[in-house]
């Protein structure tokens, strides 16, 4: 009879508070709403005109925007170079990522060096990393040069930033030394793997090799996807990667979208309306992925 009565009593109680945290959350709600209805209103709008930075004298010009961004090279090779940045940043945190994942998990010597060198670059401004990095490679004082010059390597030495292929290295290298998220991604689950295989794995005389491949690893698949759906998510925000450190250039091989559009706002010319199309492409396939992240969550979260 207990029973009975107290499950309408928890039903109220939960409609109650749902109420409660609606009235609560509406204000917010609300802004939020209408911020990113009028700014998509405002894109849609803009992307269809000739307009510079103060959004007179506009001139619609339907879509031929959309047009010459399908024909501008440019545009191109930056969503190319973010999927290439995301994919080497991937490869990187799937792999060396999760190993020293496993590594902190299971208490190795030294974890203070790991967290300090893998795990402090996410807590602080990338455009600060960024800059650092981007010092590194300088072609005089840098201190990649020097070093290459004071072990006998002078030979080795180059303008880093200067030339298509090692800058484009020296920004993948930044994307995939970024991934201290996807560390702490695979470090909270793999405090919540079952342990039964394990101690099972343990007692039939399997290597720590082995049981990371064939156990640890496989069991990881939701993290895994959900690393993956957040750094390519994350590479169409990586303005601070490549402004900072080689500013999209040489020749715009190391451009990426937040660049190009960066670069096309403070031209001075009557661009708005174009940077705006371009925003809007951008966010469509930001869009996609975002609800891709967001099924394989619930997959993630339906799984344990």
């Known amino acids: 009879m207990k029973t009975e009565r107290s499950a309408p009593r928890k039903k109220r109680k939960s409609r109650s508070d749902l109420r409660v945290a609606v009235v609560f959350l509406s204000p917010l709600l609300l802004v939020y709403a209408v911020y990113f209805i009028y700014s998509i209103f405002f894109l849609g709008e803009t992307s269809m005109t000739k307009v510079g930075i103060s959004l007179r004298n506009a001139v619609d010009v339907g879509w031929l925007n959309f047009q010459m961004l399908v024909g501008d090279a440019a545009f191109s090779r930056a969503i190319l170079n973010n999927l290439l940045f995301a994919m080497v940043s991937i490869a990187v945190a799937v792999t060396i990522g999760f190993f020293i994942a496993v590594a902190l998990a299971t208490g190795v010597r030294a974890r203070k060096l790991f967290y300090l060198v893998f795990l402090l670059p996410a807590l602080i401004p990338v455009s600060l990393v960024a800059t650092v990095f981007g010092g590194m490679f300088q072609e005089r004082f840098g201190i990649v040069n020097e070093t290459l ?26 994307f995939a030394y970024l991934i201290g998220l996807p560390i702490m991604y695979y470090t909270a689950d793999l405090a919540a793997l079952p342990t039964d295989s394990l101690e099972a794995a343990l007692l039939d005389g399997a290597g720590t090799f082995r049981i990371m491949r064939s ?80 099924f394989a969550t619930r997959t993630r979260k339906g799984s344990r």
């Open 215 to 294: 156990i640890i690893y496989p069991m990881m698949t939701p993290t895994h996807i959900t690393v993956v759906l957040s750094l390519l998510l994350g590479s169409f925000r990586g303005l601070e990667q490549v402004y900072f450190s080689t500013g999209g250039g040489p020749g715009h091989s190391t451009e990426v979208v937040g660049s190009y559009l960066y670069g096309y706002i403070n031209s001075g010319g009557k661009t708005i309306g174009f940077t705006a199309a371009a925003a809007l492409i951008v966010l469509v396939i930001a869009l996609i992925i975002s609800i891709a992240q967001m």
């Open 149 to 174: 010059r004071s072990i006998g390597l002078g030979a080795l030495a180059q303008s880093w930033l200067n030339e298509p292929g090692p800058a484009f290295a020296v920004v993948a290298t930044l």
